[in-house]
């Protein structure tokens, strides 16, 4: 084994080569492996005494991933360094695809990046029956497009078609899928890897099929003017739909096949070049690898400084609540394979709870994520009862009832004299102080918030607020159990609206603000939308509930008045039953489904709270709409609200979907410049406070500098 991890080996006249990164529990393709990958290939060439050659890993459930982020994101990586990277990187299959013999790639595991372009080299795949195994080029969800000839290869291997919809979705596919579509050979169980792939590339040997393989991995693919046409049409469409920001990756990459498809094998390798070495270095590409980064951080985050604080061992939950969040954070645990017990006091409310979860589990049965035995199995896992005394062996409940702060003292304080002495309490509040509550609970060092983001089953964000007294250990069980049912936590200290809410409110409350001064509602949610956010703040409103948006936006103007207006319009609507979605019409109608349609009684209401119309461009509509937000994330970073940047970053990201190629909001700021933040925002300082730059902002501007400066 090299110290890069790349051994090799000949047995019986077959060549085996084995990727085992030392020290790490993945293999990823930094220059140093591929260096040495290349050297072994190179000496291969040379010899005639081969019957093949197997290309196989020594992580258990991991194959290979791509090449090193680290790399591709550094903003001082020059277009000489990426050509070299590519050409160093074009070469492993290159050389595989003229070595004398047949070659095998036995896969176990995630083979996606990087890894699935030099497999592509390989003349077969034999692939693992191991519930992790997985192939897939995932680059555009990074800002890239695969550099390593996968373009090219994928659509002589499975066609242009299936290549362009793997390469512009970025999503993997499982090995079943895999050998149907004809990027595998077969599927075996894991422990007959070996002897199969042993087994394949001596009859291929003898067969000596493996030599067409490649002659027609050379050609063009061979459409015929009105295929091609049609073909990339159809995939232009289907791109277009999806890539509503027209983020330039999945654009590239389609381009790259397009044009690259119908030529010969190194004039298309030509193409991918040209659209690929564009896009390293790109400040999309950068900020969508910072966001990848800052998710495996979260990930090993346990939530505190002191890393010999252990998490409590959590084996049955207790729910609180059998409403839409309710049902959620049961269901997400007993999918999970967590024990769970939901408590409501009225029957309907926990018979509609079960049949909730049931419908979430059924879904993700039609969709192919969960097997029909997996969801019984979730389901026995499940109990309902109206009965506070059921809760009593729970090492953990979660409250989630009606949003009134005396409501929930009162339950707390009749779960105290149930719950066992080491049992964790946690509120789903989105609004109340969890240090006051903290106050009235028996034990406040074992109570925290635990904020769930609706619908539950979608969400990956769970906010945990630690409040003034809330223990180490009671903020590391929750992180840890958060991370159990496959949610992303982040730390948060209690404060009004917390992280995302605290910050999303200005974002709300401004588009109120520009509907009173004459701005439309398309208008507003068309320049979010074209933003990158996944609606606009008009139709969140209506999604969210008018009514709640009111109760929410209260708490926050209440906290901070200085920096918010009060609306109202909003009352108005909140006042004549128009609570948006749920209740058919609030600013948008709602009448053949969640898509809202101009309603001709809301313009009549709103010209009554109009001071005038007018037209405002996309840009300023931008300004308003996201300058706000980003001085309360200042705020919140100074105030120690959260550790560091990519805390509040991540919360937007995955709890309001801020648009993950403008790294969020912090980093957002970082890549236009806080130079011109701060004159924008001195521009706009005649509408209030919330428009002020902070301290830190100036300071940071005036130094040169970003929020993440002396950070990746």
């Given amino acids: 084994m090299s110290e890069h991890g790349v051994s090799f080996e000949v047995l019986d006249q077959i060549a085996w080569i084995t990727l085992d990164q030392p020290g790490s529990k993945v293999n990823t393709l930094g220059r140093a492996v591929v260096e040495e990958l290349d050297r072994v290939l190179a000496a291969l060439e040379k010899r005639n005494d081969l019957v093949g050659l197997v290309l196989t890993s020594g992580k258990q459930g991991h194959f290979v991933a791509g090449a090193d982020l680290r790399e ?95 390469t512009c979705s970025g999503d993997s596919i499982k090995a079943a899928r895999a050998r149907e579509i004809g990027l595998a050979v077969d599927l075996v169980p894991g422990e007959r890897l070996r002897s199969e792939a042993e087994a394949l590339v001596r009859w291929a040997h003898k067969d000596e099929g493996w030599k067409e393989v490649r002659r027609l991995k050379q050609q063009p693919v061979g459409l015929t003017d009105e295929q091609h046409a049609f073909t990339f049409a159809a995939a232009r469409a289907q791109l277009q739909a999806k890539n509503r920001a027209n983020l330039p990756a999945p654009i590239a990459a389609l381009e790259a096949i397009e044009k690259g498809c119908n030529l010969p094998l190194d004039d298309g390798l030509r193409i991918e070049s040209e659209r690929f070495i564009p896009l390293v270095g790109s400040p999309i590409s950068r900020n969508l690898i910072s966001v990848f980064f800052a998710t495996q951080r979260l990930q090993k985050d346990t939530g505190v400084s002191n890393p010999a604080v252990r998490p409590l061992d959590i084996g049955r939950v207790g729910v609180l609540g059998a409403g839409l969040m309710g049902s959620g954070i049961a269901g997400a645990h007993v999918r999970k394979g967590i024990p769970a017990t939901m408590l409501d006091s009225v029957p309907e409310a926990v ?6 979860i049931a419908k979430v589990c059924q879904g993700a ?63 789903n509040t989105s609004t109340i102080s969890i240090s006051r509550m903290g106050k009235a609970v028996g034990r406040p060092d074992r109570f925290a918030g635990m904020h769930f983001f609706n619908p539950v089953d979608r969400m990956p964000l769970v906010e945990v607020i630690r409040g003034d007294q809330t223990s180490d250990e009671t903020v590391v069980t929750l992180v840890a159990l958060a991370k159990r049912i496959g949610k992303t936590p982040v730390v948060v ?37 074209a933003f990158g956010m996944p609606m606009g703040p008009v139709t969140l409103n209506d999604v969210v509930g008018l009514d709640t948006s009111l109760y929410a936006g209260k708490v926050i103007h209440d906290a901070f008045p200085d920096r918010s207006r009060s609306s109202e319009l909003l009352a108005e609507l909140v006042k004549r039953g128009r609570l948006g979605q749920k209740s058919g019409a609030g600013f948008y109608r709602y009448e053949k489904g969640p898509k809202g349609t101009d309603d001709p009684a809301f313009a009549q209401i709103l010209a009554r709270y109009q001071k005038q119309t007018r037209t405002f461009t996309p840009e300023e509509l931008q ?55 701060v004159e924008k925002l001195e521009k706009y300082s005649p509408l209030g406070k919330r428009f002020e730059p902070t301290d830190a902002m100036r300071r940071l501007a005036k130094s040169g500098k970003g929020f993440y400066s002396g950070q990746s």
């Fill in 493 to 529: 200290k209690d404060c009004p609206g917390f992280l995302v809410n605290r910050i999303l409110f200005p974002y709300l409350n401004e588009s109120l603000v520009l509907l009173e001064e004459g701005a439309s509602p398309r208008a507003i949610d068309q320049a979010a939308l």
């Fill in 365 to 427: 049965v039609d969709a192919g994520r969960m097997k029909p035995a997996d969801m019984l199995a979730a389901l026995a896992r499940l109990s309902a009862t109206l009965r506070l005394e059921a809760l009593g062996d729970a090492d953990l409940v979660v409250e989630a009832i009606i949003e009134n702060e005396a409501s929930k003292v009162e339950m707390y304080r009749r779960l105290g004299e149930l719950l066992k002495p080491e049992a964790i309490l946690a509120s």
């Fill in 351 to 356: 018979d509609k709870g079960v049949a909730a």
């Fill in 623 to 677: 300004d308003r709409l996201f300058l706000p937000m980003l001085t309360e994330a200042s705020r919140v970073l100074d105030e120690g609200i959260v550790r560091e940047p990519g805390d509040v970053d991540m919360g937007l990201i995955l709890g309001v979907g801020f648009p993950p190629h403008r790294g969020g909001i912090l980093r957002w700021a970082d890549s236009v410049g806080l130079n011109q933040i």
């Fill in 72 to 166: 591709l994101g550094s903003p001082t990586i020059s277009p000489e360094q990426v050509k070299a990277l590519v050409d160093l990187g074009l070469s492993i299959p290159g050389r595989l695809e003229k070595l004398p013999c047949p070659t095998v790639a036995a896969i176990e595991g995630a083979c996606v990046g990087g890894g699935l372009e030099f497999v592509l080299g390989c003349d077969y795949r034999m692939l693992s029956l191991h519930p992790k195994t997985e192939l897939g080029a995932p680059e555009v969800k990074i800002g890239l497009i695969p550099g390593w000839g996968g373009t090219q290869r994928l659509s002589r291997v499975i066609g242009p078609s299936l290549a362009a919809e793997m």
